[in-house]
């Protein structure tokens, strides 16, 4: 079994940074892409950004291209998530996720293993 476990959500104020970290264990770390997703109140689950097994590929939604960057530690087993210049529509349930087959990265329903999400609020 894969366990995730993020860190680093908070409040912030808009214009302002967070770094969000996910340790994964149970598993071979770099058998997986990795995913980060969010979920705003009353919003469907919506992709942000992936990276491929080894870090080499990486793709981000529109909303967050040129903000965000995802990185990964295979050696740490620990998936990033650099949010900078932060607004107030960020603000969300920031969900770390973990793809065995890296065949449809940027849908949720492809992801087979989740953490239980950091809240990320950013203040206007």
């Known amino acids: 079994q894969v366990q995730l476990v993020e860190s680093g959500g908070g409040l912030v104020q808009a214009g302002g940074s967070l770094r969000l970290s996910c340790v994964v264990s149970?598993?071979?770390?770099?058998?997986?892409?990795m995913g980060w997703f969010r979920q705003a109140p009353g919003k469907e689950r919506e992709f942000v950004a992936d990276?491929?097994?080894?870090?080499?590929?990486?793709h981000y939604a529109d909303f967050v291209r040129g903000r965000f960057t995802i990185s990964r530690d295979n050696a740490k087993n620990t998936v990033s998530l650099q949010m900078n210049s932060l607004k107030s529509e960020d603000t969300a349930v920031y969900y770390c996720?973990?793809?065995?087959?890296?065949?449809?990265?940027?849908?949720?329903?492809?992801?087979?293993?989740w953490g239980q999400g950091t809240q990320v609020t950013v203040s206007s």
């Open positions: 990276i491929s097994r080894s870090g080499g590929n990486v």
């Open positions: 149970g598993r071979t770390f770099s058998l997986y892409c």
């Open positions: 996720a973990a793809d065995r087959n890296c065949l449809s990265t940027i849908d949720a329903r492809a992801y087979d293993y």
